[in-house]
């Protein structure tokens, strides 16, 4: 993708500490049906190696690795990213989490089809060592 042409969606991942976990989370994100995306990765000062996970992405060319020179905390990392973001749509990843390859198209679509609400979410499913199977979580943002 061009640098002049700007991206539908930014996805911002914060980072810390996550190295055990980012790989699967950043694939799940590059795997997506929906192409046009930027994945902007903020790394907080990770001392496990978690920004080397991440640099190693960098020839992608959606990707951009932001380090921050201090400890901010995920706040501060989420908003460094959205600064810096060009999508017309921003989507948060989890360092730890796994998108499944059609959560952006759908996202996008149900926005694109709903210009009243301005912020989707999805349902979630633990895996590993969690006994929660299913959590719902939908919110929905009118006026936006």
């Known amino acids: 993708m061009p640098d ?3 991206p539908l969606v930014s996805v911002i991942l914060p980072v810390y500490n996550a190295g055990e ?3 699967p989370a950043i694939d799940s994100i ?3 049906t929906l192409p046009d995306f930027e994945l902007i990765i903020v790394d907080d ?7 080397a996970v991440a640099r190693s992405y960098e020839t992608d060319p959606r990707v951009r690795v932001l380090a921050n020179s201090q400890n901010r905390g995920r706040s501060s990392s989420d908003n460094y990213g959205a600064e810096l973001a060009r ?4 989507a948060k990843m989890d360092a730890d989490d796994i998108a499944r390859p059609d959560r952006l198209r759908r996202q996008v679509d149900f926005l694109e089809q709903n210009p009243s609400v ?5 349902y979630m499913q633990c895996f590993g060592e969690s006994d929660i199977i299913y959590i719902p979580i939908t919110k929905q943002v009118a006026n936006r």
């Open 45 to 51: 000062c990770s001392p496990d190696g978690s920004l």
């Open 118 to 122: 301005g912020l989707t979410s999805s």
């Open 87 to 90: 999508g017309r749509y921003i």
């Open 4 to 6: 002049s042409q700007a």
């Open 30 to 32: 590059l795997s997506q």
């Open 21 to 23: 976990y980012l790989r």
